[in-house]
Structures are given as structure tokens and as C-alpha cells.
């Protein structure tokens, strides 16, 4: 097995780590280094459960080799809350019912924190459009995206803090 | 679904990279790898080594306009072409196509040489080992000797063009740059179909894309991009371009109708085009969705009923045409 020793940037934090070449940035996250958030839902670029942001864009980790992202930063839904506190996107899918069974939930928060990035106060459509390639089965999307208008409000009032 | 094991090879320059398929019979070029990564997932190809792309992207990954011609280069990927102020001006169709293209996230990674080299699909190529169909007998995609589509041990593979620029840019009269063991060679892209459902590609072994160019549209040149999918991240189900100049009688001077997903290559439908030049738009719709009807291979290789995609191409070639010829739209928004 070929191994290769990278070093990359995750949550913040430099790492450097021997990775088989044929891993996959989501089975480098979720089994050698733990961080079970990011979940594996479809394997081949369907469902967007295992979204993250490398460089601060939104791509599928399941679909991402683990040696490409050498010197690049990587955010996982664990790397979102600051000083113990959820991120407003975090806090909003709880109290507004965005979630229920949680699956697909890192990766909806992700691809929101990345809508929200570029766009902070997204309307319903803009929303939609940049939700398409994640699917939901409990909530039928509605919640959701009621989640993502309050924690822009909330990001909005508080810039630069997230 | 694990990947199988591979090595990664990373070569500098485009003669390193022709030169290590050379040294490995069964390497294969790893551009974005949504799609490549998938089939090796599901073992439909097992390459025992990926020739990563990835450092000719300094090279290769660039939107630049000069000498009345778009350039855009292979490894751009589709996020940064359906954002380019230039091909969102000039090109506004393209730009259509490629963010009609599977998901935000997918788009991120996938490039358009990638896009336009998208190995062709098959209900039964694709899923076939899931339904366990492929494990009863392998299809002739997959080196066996039958094709699931038809039921018959023949040698005709009808597995189904599905990527969504090509037909855009073949309306677009766009040329392809291939970059190879003998030196560069360019051809219109429509050369670069095979038409073959197993080996959908005119590239020999070694052969990479090294670049699109897109002339600028005439002055006067209206185009219409249309694809049907079954919901909203998909692959085409059946896609129409078309791009058409009239002179001003308002009669077609030229024209372009380009069908995708619905051949083992994206075609021309050249009856339909040679209909519609000398006539109004508006009287000849109807004979030239017969023609394109004709051309289009209904059959039973996707997941919806060659019924429903015939039904669809009909609306699909009307919209293009009002779409096109519509006073609204200015193709040169100079």
C-alpha cells in the first residue's frame, strides 16, 4: 500500500498524517482521525451528507482523495462551533426543527455556512438553489431553510464574529 | 463503497504526463474524478494507477478570450466557467449548461475537459451489478457479450452520451485541442465522438484535452440550450442545443441543432438544420421536431421510459426554437 505523508490544515488546526493513496478525504476524517460528523450517505455524490469546505468551498468529501488536499485547509462540521458556543447555523436547525433524524444535517449546515459566505442575506430561491445537491427525507426542506434565514439574521448582526 | 487500491502518479508537465501512460497500460487521467471516482467505486473500471492532473492546473485551468475566440482550458472547472463574467456575457448558454451540471458541491471538483470526456452510461453499465444483472452476465460495456438493452448477444453497445457542455459547444462551432504522444493535434469537438457506446472517444492512449476554443457567435446568432432530467441533480435524460442566425427578412440563414443524451454521441441533426434554412422559425417547427424525433435513439437505457423521453424531446426542440428566435434575446450582448 502506497502511503504518502501529507499535511493539511483541519478545523484550524495543522496535522500531518500518512495516508494510503486511494483514501478518500471522508474515510480520512471519519476513521483515522475520528471526526464522525461528516457522514457517508450515499458514497457516490448523490446525497451531499458528506459535504465539507476545502479552502472554503463546498465539495463532497466521499469524492475527494485524502492526498489532494495537501496544504489546504479543510472545515468539518466540528470545526464550527468557537469557544464551546454552536455556530448560529448550528443553533438555528435545533430550535427551528431543521433536524430530525440528523443525518443529513453536517452536511446541510455546511453547504449553508457556505451559501451564507458569499451571499449573507440569501432570499428563499437563492437558498433553494444552493441546496440542491443535498438531499433531506424527514423534514421536507422547509425547516431548513427557515434555519438558514435566522441564523443569517443572526450572523448579519454580529459581522465579522462568524 | 471503498475504493479500490491505486497508486497516484503526478506529473509536472503535460510531456511527463503522455509519457507516464505510456509506461502504464491501464492509467487513467484523474481531472476532477466525480465521475471517475465513482465507477471505481462501484468496480466498474479498476485503473491500477491515476495519472493526477492536479499540478497542470497552473497550465491548464483558464477563461481567456483573444483574436475574436474564447479559450477555455481543460482542467477550468464548471463552477469557475458558470461564474466567468466573460462566458456569462458572451457565452450565456454555456454558462447554462455547465450549472445545469449535477450538484454545487460536484461542480466544484469537475472540470470541463471532464465534462466533455464523461464516459458514456448505461442503466445496466451503471447499476447493473447492484440489480445483479451484470453478475449474471457481464454487457459488452463491460468486456462481456451481451447488451442488457436489447436482451442480444451482439456487438452493438448502446450506453448513452450524458455529459451536458458538449452539445452547447458543438452549437457553438467549438474545436478541441488534444494533447498527445505525436505532438497537439486540433479538431471540431464533433470529431472527437466515436459514436461507440464502449469507447466513446477518437483519443488513442496517451491522448489528453488540453483546451476548448469557442469562436465568438456572429452577430445576429441566437442560441437555446434545453436539458430534461428526472429531478433536479441528474444526468440529462434527452438535452437540445440550438443556435440560429437570421437575416433580416427574418428568414433562417444558418442554423445549428445539436441533440445530447439521447446517441451514443452528442450529434447534429443536419436534415433538421438544411429544413429550417430558407424558412421562418415559426412555420417550420413542427417538421424539424419530426426530424430531430427521427434521429433520436429512444430506447431503453436510462431510468425513464423511452415513451417519456420522446414526448419530452418534443417540447424540449420547441423551446428551443421560439427560444432562439425570439426577438428578445441578443446572442452578441456586446
Redesign the interface.
Known amino acids: 500500500m502506497n502511503k504518502e505523508l501529507i499535511e493539511l490544515k483541519i478545523n484550524g488546526d495543522s496535522q500531518e498524517i500518512a495516508v494510503p493513496q486511494h483514501r478518500t478525504l471522508l474515510d480520512l476524517l471519519r476513521e483515522e482521525l475520528g471526526l464522525m460528523g461528516s457522514k457517508d450517505g450515499c458514497d457516490v455524490g448523490e446525497c451531499g451528507a458528506c459535504t465539507v469546505l476545502l479552502d472554503g468551498e463546498p465539495v463532497l468529501s466521499c469524492l475527494t482523495l485524502a492526498v489532494r488536499c495537501r496544504g489546504r485547509e479543510v472545515l468539518t462540521i466540528e470545526g464550527l462551533a468557537r469557544e464551546g458556543k454552536p455556530h448560529p447555523l448550528q443553533e438555528a436547525f435545533v430550535y427551528e426543527g431543521g433536524v430530525q433524524c440528523g443525518y443529513c444535517t453536517p452536511g446541510f449546515i455546511m453547504m449553508a455556512k457556505s451559501i451564507l459566505d458569499s451571499n449573507p442575506d440569501p432570499s428563499d430561491e437563492e437558498i433553494r438553489a444552493g441546496l440542491t445537491g443535498n438531499l433531506c427525507r424527514c423534514t421536507g426542506y422547509v425547516k431548513i431553510i427557515q434555519a438558514i434565514k435566522v441564523a443569517a439574521e443572526k450572523i448579519r448582526l454580529s459581522p465579522g464574529r462568524y | 463503497?471503498?475504493?479500490?487500491?491505486?497508486?497516484?502518479f503526478r506529473p509536472e508537465s503535460l510531456g511527463e504526463a503522455v509519457a507516464a501512460f505510456e509506461c502504464h497500460q491501464s492509467a487513467l487521467p484523474l481531472a476532477g474524478?466525480?465521475d471517475l471516482?465513482?465507477a471505481m467505486?462501484?468496480r466498474l473500471i479498476r485503473p491500477e494507477r491515476l495519472i493526477?492532473l492536479?499540478a497542470l492546473n497552473d497550465q491548464l485551468a483558464y477563461i481567456k478570450e483573444d483574436a475574436e475566440m474564447i479559450r477555455i482550458g481543460a482542467l477550468t472547472r464548471l463552477?469557475e466557467i458558470e461564474r466567468h463574467p466573460l462566458v456569462i456575457k458572451r457565452l450565456p448558454f454555456l454558462a447554462a449548461a455547465a450549472k445545469s451540471v449535477?450538484?454545487?458541491?460536484?461542480r466544484?471538483?469537475a472540470t470541463l475537459g471532464g465534462n466533455i470526456c464523461l464516459d458514456n452510461r448505461c442503466y445496466y453499465y451503471n447499476y447493473g451489478l447492484a440489480s445483479g444483472v451484470e453478475l449474471w452476465e457481464p454487457c459488452l460495456k463491460r468486456s462481456g457479450r451481451i447488451c442488457h438493452v436489447t436482451g442480444k448477444f451482439d456487438d452493438i453497445c448502446y450506453a448513452v452520451y450524458s455529459g451536458d457542455t458538449a452539445p452547447v459547444l458543438i452549437s457553438l462551432d467549438s474545436h478541441v485541442t488534444i494533447f498527445g504522444p505525436r505532438g497537439e493535434r486540433t479538431i471540431p469537438l464533433l470529431e472527437l465522438f466515436s459514436g461507440v457506446g464502449q469507447t466513446p472517444f477518437n483519443l488513442e492512449r496517451g491522448e489528453i484535452l488540453k483546451e476548448v476554443e469557442i469562436p465568438l457567435p456572429k452577430n445576429g446568432t441566437r442560441f437555446s440550450f434545453q436539458k430534461f432530467r428526472s429531478q433536479?441533480?441528474d444526468f440529462p435524460l434527452a438535452s437540445v442545443a440550438v443556435s440560429v442566425r437570421c437575416g433580416a427578412d427574418g428568414v433562417v440563414e444558418e442554423a445549428r441543432i445539436v441533440l445530447g443524451a439521447l446517441g451514443c454521441a452528442p450529434f447534429r441533426v443536419r436534415s433538421a438544420e438544411d429544413f429550417l434554412k430558407g424558412r421562418r422559425p415559426g412555420e417550420a417547427s413542427e417538421a424539424v421536431v419530426k426530424l430531430c424525433r427521427r434521429e433520436a435513439q429512444f430506447i431503453n437505457n436510462v431510468h425513464v421510459a423511452p415513451t417519456i423521453r420522446r414526448h419530452v424531446l418534443v417540447r424540449l426542440v420547441k423551446t428551443c426554437i421560439a427560444e432562439a428566435t425570439s426577438n428578445e434575446q441578443r446572442a452578441n450582448r456586446a
Open positions: 463503497m471503498k475504493l479500490p487500491k491505486f497508486e497516484i474524478g466525480t471516482l465513482v467505486k462501484r493526477d492536479t463552477i449535477a450538484s454545487i458541491q460536484i466544484h471538483s433536479e441533480v
